[in-house]
């Protein structure tokens, strides 16, 4: 799903948040248990993946699970707001911790 810029600045700022305050998972294989667990409030994927198969069952489990999904433009910019110094695919807020107003508003606004 793509996002208007106030929306995806919003998501950014709850990711932060739940990163520090909360608890955040990254890159495919945490999100996809994080996903298949019903745990993710939120989930976070790269356009830029290639082969795009990697990240392709995300999305449709998502859907399954009600949990959103939001696609954002490339792996390095997930890569630096999950912290890491390095490109990752996918972001999962686990729990929200001072984020959950901001999540539950962005949440609203994706219609989820």
Do not use: F, W
């Not at 495919?28 to 667990?37: D, F, G, M, S």
């Not at 949990?67 to 890569?79: A, D, N, T, Y």
């Not at 890491?84 to 996918?90: A, C, E, H, K």
Request: proline fraction near 4%; aromatic fraction near 0%; charged fraction near 30%.
């Amino acid at each position: 799903m793509e996002v208007s810029k106030d929306v995806l600045d919003k998501i950014y700022e709850a990711i932060e948040l739940a990163r520090s305050t909360g608890k955040i998972k990254k890159g495919i294989n945490e999100v996809t248990k994080a996903v298949e667990r019903g745990i993710a409030k939120l989930v976070l994927l790269a356009s830029d993946v290639n082969p795009a198969e990697i990240i392709m069952h995300i999305e449709p489990l998502c859907k399954e699970k009600s949990i959103p999904v939001v696609k954002v433009k490339s792996r390095e910019e997930l890569g630096a707001l999950s912290g890491l110094q390095r490109p990752t695919t996918t972001i999962a807020i686990i729990q929200e911790g001072e984020a959950k107003n901001i999540l539950k508003d962005v949440i609203s606004k994706l219609g989820k």
